[in-house]
């Protein structure tokens, strides 16, 4: 199992420690470090940040949004940003919720997730392979356009640069098992949202049809803590977050994941005090048992014992969202 650090999207203001963070993890043979955005940092920015200050370490979108831009422009900044780090992109892409798509980026969520990801993901493919002109006559990625308003006068073209790799790999973050299964048939791995490797059979059925060297790449909170219930309390408030403030009442993937993972009862719970704007009882309603599965927390010897589990899992990529440099090092160490 290789390990990746996961730095997240920013808050206020960039993370200071960030480039600090992934030098260090570059260092203890960490494989690969990722960014995120929602709806302030961007993706790509950081990660060439980072790729100045790196040699070795591969730079993952986990993940850029694809509301946000076309797939022409998402190809080419990967195809930019892997000529100037020398082959170390990994393109982790996402379609996130209606709540952003429409909220923050001014785009109808599609009423077909699994085309539009499909046809998304085709475009990329083409842009990067360059073996001709992109074209594609979808039903959320046209190229050319041919919608009412177009003039008629676009025509099929072929990237200018030439990509350093055309097998530079895609990854998708899905939810559904829908969604998961046509993962493993059009991309070249599975960034999930909660992972935990005490259910994992979950999963089985829709990997079935993944290649060879399929990666599957959760984000795992990581924390080194002699208290179990202050350690857990960071990872309650984030899946009270996307549980409750990441999806309305209607249509709430994560809160549908949860519950497929067990706690239904309890995701409803959650959702309902979030969106109440009780966030305070939102994140105490957060099972602990829940919580505890999808994270590392806790002393060295309990963090030795479950990552055990997460290595006998089928998880290929270990990706730890910390910003303690003393959580890195651990994980190396018992890592191998």
Not at 170 to 178: I, S, T
Not at 302 to 318: H, M, P
Request: with cysteine; charged share 20%; hydrophobic share 45%.
């Amino acid at each position: 199992m290789r390990l990746g650090l996961a730095l997240g999207y920013w808050g206020r203001g960039p993370g200071a420690a960030h480039t600090a963070l992934a030098v260090e993890a570059e260092r203890l043979g960490f494989d690969s470090v990722w960014t995120a955005e929602a709806w302030g940092s961007d993706v790509f920015t950081p990660l060439t940040w980072i790729a100045a200050h790196t040699s070795r370490i591969r730079l993952g979108t986990a993940v850029a949004q694809m509301a946000a831009r076309t797939p022409t422009a998402t190809a080419m900044q990967a195809m930019t940003l892997d000529h100037l780090s020398g082959g170390r992109v990994l393109l982790g892409l996402g379609l996130s919720g209606p709540q952003v798509v429409e909220g923050w980026y001014g785009r109808p969520f599609p009423r077909s997730p699994l085309t539009a990801t499909r046809e998304y993901v085709d475009v990329v493919r083409q842009v990067l392979h360059r073996q001709g002109p992109v074209e594609l006559d979808g039903d959320y990625h046209a190229l050319p356009y041919r919608g009412p308003d177009a003039t008629g006068l676009g025509r099929p073209l072929r990237s200018i640069t030439h990509p350093l790799r055309s097998a530079l790999p895609v990854l998708l973050g899905a939810e559904g098992p829908r969604n998961v299964a046509q993962t493993a048939r059009i991309a070249d791995g599975w960034l999930p949202l909660y992972f935990s490797p005490l259910s994992a059979g979950l999963h089985r059925e829709a990997l079935a049809a993944a290649p060879p060297g399929f990666m599957v790449a959760p984000i795992v909170h990581v924390q080194l803590c002699d208290d179990l219930a202050r350690g857990l309390a960071p990872v309650k408030a984030a899946v009270a977050l996307y549980i409750g403030g990441m999806g309305a009442a209607s249509r709430n993937f994560h809160a549908d994941l949860m519950a497929r993972m067990g706690y239904e009862e309890a995701a409803g719970r959650v959702r309902e005090l979030f969106q109440a704007g009780r966030r305070d009882e939102a994140v105490a309603a957060v099972p602990d048992a829940f919580a505890d599965e999808v994270s590392l927390v806790g002393p060295r010897e309990r963090i030795a014992e479950r990552l055990e589990l997460w290595r006998s899992s089928a998880v290929t990529d270990l990706l730890a969202l910390t910003t303690d440099p003393a959580a890195l090092r651990v994980l190396a160490e018992l890592n191998g």
